[in-house]
Each structure stands twice: as C-alpha cells, then as structure tokens.
C-alpha cells in the first residue's frame, strides 16, 4: 500500500500563513521607538556637513593656492581671484609660469555661493560667508575662513 503523505506533516502546518495583528503592532511600535530615538539625532546635521565641507574646500583652495604660489613666486591678486586658480590671469607678469589649473572650476561653497579671496601683502583669505551669504552671522550663518585654522 502506498501511502502519498508520507514525510509530510498533516494539514496543521498550513493553517498559520502570516503574521497576526498583534505581531504587526508589536514591530510598529518597535520602529517607532526607534525612529523616535534615532530621527533627532540624525536631524540638523545636513548643516553641520556643510560647514565641514566648507572647511575641507578651503584647505583644498590653500593647498592650490600654495602650488601656484610655488610656480609663479606670488598669489594670485585679489581682483584676480580664485578664478586664477582655473586660467591663466591675461596680462599678468608674475603668471608667466602659470602651470595649471590648479583647480577644475571656481569654486562655490556648500551653499551655492562663491568663495571671497582677498589677497594681502604675502598672505591672502579664502572666506565663506555661510548658509545666508553675508558678512557675519552666527551658528550656520557664521563666516567660515582661512585664517581659523591658524
């Protein structure tokens, strides 16, 4: 006699094919407490990168500043700005050694906004006026430069 549910456990296996009402609530309120936890402390922090990225640009901005410096025995003027870091300033002896760019574009901040360059005597700045564009402020509006790191 051949018996055709043979291995096989009787129809008791099939009867629960999903989760109950209770088991769904339970993780619900589970990834709410986490969420709960976890969204506030993850909130806020778009701005806090920004600023770091601001930070890391400008020693990127300095390190291609210094490069130029090496090659053209100089800055680059503050009416030539940063884009000197992107093409040859025209008419420009202490560029004659120009070997860049130095950089792919001009750089704008996190913000959308160019960076300020003011050149002064052997030094220069390199500044981001921050998330409202303008001189000053303070906590995300605060002025990001050059001259903090030192």
Known sequence: MYNCNSG???NSARKQQGFTL??????????GILFGLVVPNV???GDEARVTAAQTDIRTLENALE???LHN??????DQG?????SQPNGSPQANNWRGPYVRQTPTDPWGNPY????????Y???SYGADGQAGGSDINQDISSNDSE
Do not use: F, W
Not at 22 to 31: A, C, F, K, P, T
Not at 73 to 78: E, F, K, L
């Open 73 to 78: 025995s100089a800055y680059p003027s503050t």
């Open 8 to 10: 096989r456990k009787p």
């Open 43 to 45: 909130v806020g922090r």
């Open 22 to 31: 209770i088991e769904l609530m339970v993780v619900l309120v589970i990834l």
């Open 116 to 123: 300020a360059y003011i050149a002064e005597g052997n030094g």
């Open 67 to 69: 490069t130029y410096r």
């Open 82 to 86: 940063l884009e000197a870091l992107v």
């Open 125 to 127: 700045e390199i500044i």
